[in-house]
């Protein structure tokens, strides 16, 4: 025996003195420990750890794989189908047409599959009924659909309807004459059966490409039914398998049966002497029942409602141990609650422990922690003045009664809660737990105060009892034998609180189970009725389908792209703001015309941008010279833009509403969008310059020594009409050279002329860079009088990224000379003429000669000359000729600088200043007789500017323009000087101001008629004043 | 008789001739006068202060009788033969005109009527008829019958002259005029002679269209 010990203990010690000895890194490798000095415990899931580790396996994307594919089963594609309906938005009366596209079938072509579509008409549904009822009672409106003739309008009616549209085709099922002497009239002639046409059709179940599934005498091919659960992704299999088709009630037969004979002929409304009445290439049975009818097409009117169940099979195979596929139905909405079908359990394999959510329902809810499935509050009150027996004290739940006074008991104590009382008033003082206030008919109770107390003869109620009940099941799934185990357990827990929600003792918890018992898996009970039910919750209408046509959708344009915000000179030719456009766009809408459109406008900066907050919209008249911004049809606005406080950025936002025809403001669907526009801004300006030599004789400048830069500005703009209109449009004369300046902020610049880049290839200018454009460009006038020259500026301000648009117009014209009095008064002034007055009528203007002067015999006449344009430069005035030789004045026909011996006899002296500007005579002619004045010039380029054009614009020497320019005037010797009579005033005489308005001739006889009763009128006072014939009155007669 | 009664029994016999010889002035100055401008204007101005005025003179301040100055008509041999002898003695007139004078080169006719019957007929009876018709219930209807009462034949010439000072005023006296100022002596004497001014008319018209047609037939011969 202690041989035997010895024996035993030696190869136990020498496995330890072994493993002593033999290096560790085996048993870590295995068991995970590390680091050579410390072991760890190894455990089963560190060991498997390391060995997938070892094989390369991540166990993190294993373990993803293994929860994909612990629920694969339930994402498989069911079978499906989408509608679409033409047009989208239908009204009543209109052809509709709805397409079904089914998708996951396993049949080989759609035209297989059995599109059984139903229709409900709007008509269908009462008042106060529910279009998705599965039964809808019969009354007086809706008799009609009740087309198989049962108790009730169900989704059999909406087949029939549906299937007698299809079969039919259009063909007079119902003339009560015949149609031309070969016709006869419906249903006299013709069994097309009989006749061997052969309009039956044999529908085997999932599609006719499954011949001999389900068919009578063929029990080997059996078909199975499943319907897919969209919630859990489960199938179910059914325990019938049947198609989904129209039943034709009482009559004999059924469709998909083969046969077709008379009375089903007659049923379904098509031609016996036509296999195929709908002519769709099926018969009519096929037509019927709906083979391969995959598009649908009735007179909609509102409240129509359409669906279709398309049975075929599915991709996925059944478990029977057959070739069978699952066959199986697809539905618009994949709308079908299965839940009551379910049977007892939701099936899961294994065991876990399922929550109840109701007593003895599914489905379950897996949790550890179960909520408490139920809660019950009961609700006692004692009428015992005498407080209750300590302890636990408080109340008992003995008292279940709801006094009579038909007040419910408070069920939710707070920390002070109120206590209905009823009897006397309680006695303040008296009660042992105190009062901290009360209001008859109630009184509040402090909880701190102790026990609930109450007067005698009181009422108090609202005592509680809460009892609370868990309950949970073990549910194993046996999956082989396709059966469970049930085992209940539930739990019950009872807490009893007073009225103040004190707990008053422990609470106490009975458990009761687990109860077991044995269930059959699986069972799902749905029938083919209800499966027909869950068809009416897949009606549809065109709106649910077509989310694009359930909202207008609108396109916004605006114009200009950049467009100028000026809010100075409103009104006036010189503004600068640009009138903005901005146009909608509506489809599928039923008439743009009679659309309705909102129109706001938002002004706002980049900050608005981003949090979209463009706080309140502009009022209309903060819009200039805006269009109507809202009503049918107004599908642009328009307005100035011309905000003072100069947003940056204008939000133009539009809401689109088309209302349904035949309802009075009833909204059919609406449409918004907005568009951002970027606004210039008007303080950049581009200031318009004389180009001139500078000093250095070979390039351009705005200003040189002789005529600095601020003299010559053109065009500038000003309160004065005739400058406004050259600011608008500037005046040049061919061959004049223009300078441009940009003022603002911008950096980054693109100067164009009609459209064409501003380039050069050299330096000539000042501001000029070679290498880009700069804030400064000049270019020659060189088309003929009459042309526009429109010079565009872009720009960039490179540091706020803003984008200018800035546009000078230029129009070229013949250069002219007037002569002017220099004299403000007195001496030789300019014929008055009359007056003009402004478009507006508010101003009057002296309309003076310009060629005919006055000036009273003696005076002295001081006259200048004045061209036009008024930017005509200096320098191309008798160019290249210091003398000024080409340029005269003339007086009574002689020059006053020739010397005086060539003067001729009688010449009038005068005097021309030594720049030729001016004359200067004094009168010497008498009343009545006129003075001559006259002055010529040349206008031309000098020879530097030629230089100049030639050498940057190419212009050659003998294409110059030149043009003699002379005027000459009348001075007249008058008496007195007449002056204008500027009148600015409007007439204030009514009569007067009617008449002048009057056309002319009405005018003239006005006037004739008028001055004949003056004059009848005058003749008859002169008449009145002879004297009458003398009569001697004594004489007797 | 008092100087006084003198007076008032010489204002009162010559008023009307004072007063209507004022109106005839007045109407002539105005119609000279009156600005206008166009044809419809200009055809406004002579009816209503050749036609209109006198008319309206005659009806409401003398409150007269159309038929005191000649607007009556009544055939009788007499008067008939008075306008054949009138119209006679027109053409002799203008026969020595056109035999003597250049009356024929300077009487123009507007170019339209010498290449067109119609145009001749809408000429003469619309144009010279309405401006004849005014012409002579002026100067003779109410020029010459408000002299006439006083003056007798002598108030022919001073109807003529009060035509022939306003051509010369208004710088209207031409060969073209001419065939007026003969029947406006012509036509006055017939006139004074029928006390009727319609007489005058008829055979003013008659005169002009048949000069008119001759002066065309003559200038087509050439």
């Not at chain 1, 009062?435 to 609930?452: E, I, K, Q």
């Not at chain 1, 006036?572 to 039923?590: G, M, R, Y």
């Not at chain 2, 408000?146 to 209207?172: D, H, N, R, W």
Request: include cysteine.
């Amino acid at each position: 025996m202690r041989m035997k010990k010895k024996r035993a203990v030696i190869p136990l010690a020498s496995l330890i003195a072994l493993s002593l000895a033999l290096p560790v890194r085996p048993a870590q490798a295995l068991f995970g420990g590390g680091g050579g000095m410390k072991f760890s415990y190894p455990s089963p899931t560190q060991a498997s750890n390391e060995v997938m580790g070892d094989l390369g396996v991540d166990k993190g994307e294993l373990m993803n794989s293994v929860d994909v594919m612990n629920v694969a089963r339930q994402k498989k594609m069911a079978p499906q189908v989408v509608l679409s309906f033409s047009p989208a938005n239908p009204v009543d009366g209109e052809r509709v047409t709805v397409s079904a596209t089914p998708t996951y079938f396993m049949n080989s072509d759609p035209k297989n599959l059995y599109f059984t579509w139903y229709l409900q008409r709007g008509q269908c549904v009462p008042d106060g009924e529910s279009w998705d009822q599965i039964d809808m009672p019969i009354t007086g409106s809706n008799a009609a659909c009740n087309l198989d003739g049962d108790d009730s309008i169900t989704v059999n009616d909406y087949k029939i309807a549906a299937a007698r549209i299809i079969a039919n085709g259009g063909w007079a099922w119902n003339r009560t004459h015949a149609l031309g002497p070969d016709d006869s009239l419906p249903y006299t002639v013709g069994e097309t059966d009989e006749t061997g046409l052969g309009d039956g059709f044999e529908a085997p179940m999932g599609g006719s490409d499954q011949k001999g599934k389900n068919e009578a005498g063929n029990p080997d091919m059996p078909a199975y039914c499943y319907v897919h659960d969209w919630v859990s992704g489960n199938e179910y299999e059914l325990d019938w398998c049947e198609h989904l088709f129209p039943e034709d009630g009482n009559i004999p037969g059924e469709l998909g049966d083969g046969e077709f004979h008379m009375e089903e002929e007659q049923y379904w409304h098509t031609d016996p002497t036509n296999q195929d009445t709908a002519g769709i290439g099926r018969p009519d049975e096929a037509n019927a029942l709906g083979l391969g009818i995959n598009e649908f097409s009735w007179t909609y009117q509102t409240g129509d409602r359409v669906g279709v169940a398309i049975e075929g099979i599915s991709m996925e195979s059944t478990i029977h141990d057959d070739s069978s596929y699952k066959t199986m139905w697809a539905l618009p909405k994949n709308t079908c609650d299965l839940g009551e079908f379910l049977g007892e359990w939701d099936y899961k394999n294994g065991t876990t422990t399922l929550c109840l959510t109701e007593a003895g329902e599914v489905p379950y809810v897996e949790g550890e922690d179960c909520a408490p499935f139920s809660e019950e509050t009961d609700t006692a009150y004692i009428n015992n003045p005498s407080p209750p027996a300590a302890p636990p004290g408080g109340i008992t739940d003995t008292d279940t009664t709801i006094p009579s006074d038909g007040s419910s008991g408070p069920t939710n104590w707070a920390d002070t809660s109120t206590i209905r009382v009823e009897g006397t008033s309680p006695i303040a003082g008296g009660e042992t737990m105190g009062l901290s206030s009360y209001l008859l008919p109630t009184f509040s109770v402090s909880r701190d105060t102790g026990a609930v107390a109450h007067p005698d003869n009181s009422i108090i109620y609202g005592n509680t009892t809460t009892v609370t009940k868990l309950v949970t099941e073990d549910v194993t799934m046996i999956e082989a034998q396709l059966t469970a185990n049930v085992c209940t357990t539930t739990e019950t827990t009872t807490t009893v609180t007073d009225v103040l929600g004190y707990q008053i003792g422990d609470a106490t918890t009975e458990t009761e189970g687990p109860v077991c018992e044995e269930a059959e898996a699986n069972v799902f009970d749905m029938s083919k009725e209800s499966l027909n039910a869950c068809l009416v919750d897949n009606l549809m209408t065109p709106s649910d389908v077509q989310q694009d046509g359930s909202k207008i959708k609108l396109s916004l344009y605006s114009t200009p792209q950049s467009p100028m915000n000026d809010p100075k000179n409103i009104g006036e030719i010189e503004s600068t703001a640009d009138t903005l456009v901005v146009t909608a766009s509506a489809q599928n809408v039923n008439d743009e015309n009679f659309l309705r459109y909102d129109w706001e406008v938002y002004g706002g900066d980049s900050d608005s941008i981003v949090t979209d907050d463009w706080g309140e919209p502009f009022a209309k008249e903060m819009l200039i010279d805006s269009t109507q911004t809202s009503g049918i049809g107004v599908k642009s606005l328009k307005f100035k833009l011309a905000f003072a406080d100069e947003p940056k950025y204008l939000k133009v936002q539009v809401v689109a509403t088309e209302y349904e025809a035949g309802t009075t403001n009833r909204v059919l669907r609406k449409g918004n969008e907005s568009t951002i526009i970027r606004l210039s801004s008007a303080s950049d300006t581009i200031t318009a310059y004389n180009g001139v030599l500078s000093d250095d004789g070979v390039s351009l400048a705005f200003g040189n020594a002789a005529s600095l830069e601020a003299a010559n500005v053109i065009c500038a703009n000003s309160a004065e009409p005739e400058l406004k209109e050259d600011y608008v449009l500037c005046p040049v004369v061919k061959d004049q050279i223009i300078g441009l300046k940009y003022a603002g902020a911008a950096t980054s610049f693109l100067w164009t002329i009609n459209n064409q880049p501003v380039t050069y290839k050299e330096c000539f200018f000042e501001g000029c860079d070679l290498e880009e454009q700069t804030a400064s460009t000049f270019f020659p006038i060189l088309d003929e009088p009459g042309s526009i020259y429109t010079v565009t500026l872009s720009a960039v301000d490179s540091v706020t990224g803003e984008k200018i648009n800035l546009t000078r117009s230029f129009k070229v014209v013949t250069p002219l000379v007037k002569i002017v009095t220099l004299d403000d008064s007195g001496g030789a002034q300019p014929v008055f003429l009359g007056t003009y007055t402004s478009l507006d009528g508010t101003t009057t203007y002296a309309d003076m000669s310009q060629t005919d002067f006055q000036t009273v015999p003696g005076s002295t006449a001081n006259f200048t000359r004045e061209f036009y344009p008024r930017s005509l430069p200096a320098e191309y005035l008798d160019p290249d000729n210091p003398e000024k030789t080409k340029t005269a004045w003339f007086v009574d026909g002689t020059d006053p600088t020739i010397p005086e011996t060539e003067k001729p006899p009688g010449y009038t002296p005068a005097t021309v200043d030594p720049d030729k500007t001016s004359v200067s005579f004094a009168t010497t002619r008498l009343e009545g007789e006129y003075h001559l004045v006259a002055f010529n010039t040349l206008y031309a380029p000098s020879t530097n500017i030629k230089k100049i054009l030639n050498a940057n614009w190419d212009i050659n020497y003998d294409q110059f323009y030149e043009k003699q320019l002379g005027a000459s005037i009348d001075v007249e010797m008058v008496p007195a000087l007449t002056t204008a009579n500027s009148n600015n005033s409007p007439p204030k005489k009514v009569l007067a101001a009617m008449i002048s308005g009057l056309p002319a001739y009405i005018n003239f006889l006005f006037r004739i008629v008028m001055t004949s009763l003056l004059l009848l009128f005058g003749i008859w006072i002169v008449l009145s004043l002879f004297p009458s014939p003398i009569t001697n009155e004594t004489e007797p007669r | 008789m008092p100087k006084r009664e003198t007076e008032i029994k010489f204002l009162t016999e010559w008023k009307e001739v004072l007063t209507g010889s004022f109106m005839a002035l007045a109407c002539l100055g105005l119609f000279i006068s009156f600005p206008s401008k166009g044809v419809a204007e200009d055809l406004s101005r002579l009816f209503f202060f050749l036609l209109v005025i006198p008319a309206l003179y005659i009806k409401l301040i003398l409150k007269k009788s159309f038929g005191d100055f000649g607007l009556t008509f009544r055939v009788a041999r007499e008067s008939l033969l008075w306008l054949g002898g009138m119209l006679v003695s027109s053409f002799l007139i203008v026969y020595l005109l056109i035999r003597f004078t250049s009356f024929k080169d300077g009487y123009i006719l507007p170019d339209y009527v010498l290449v067109n019957f119609w145009w001749f007929l809408v000429y003469e009876l619309a144009f010279v008829n309405f401006w004849l018709f005014i012409h002579e219930s002026f100067y003779r209807g109410f020029i010459f019958f408000t002299l006439a009462e006083k003056f007798g034949f002598l108030a022919i010439p001073v109807a003529t002259s009060f035509f022939v000072i306003f051509l010369l005023l208004t710088k209207a006296f031409s060969w073209t005029m001419a065939p007026y100022v003969i029947i406006s002596l012509t036509g006055g004497w017939l006139a004074y002679k029928t006390r009727s001014f319609v007489y005058s008319y008829l055979m003013g018209l008659s005169f002009i269209i048949i000069l008119d047609a001759y002066l065309i037939y003559i200038s087509k011969q050439i």
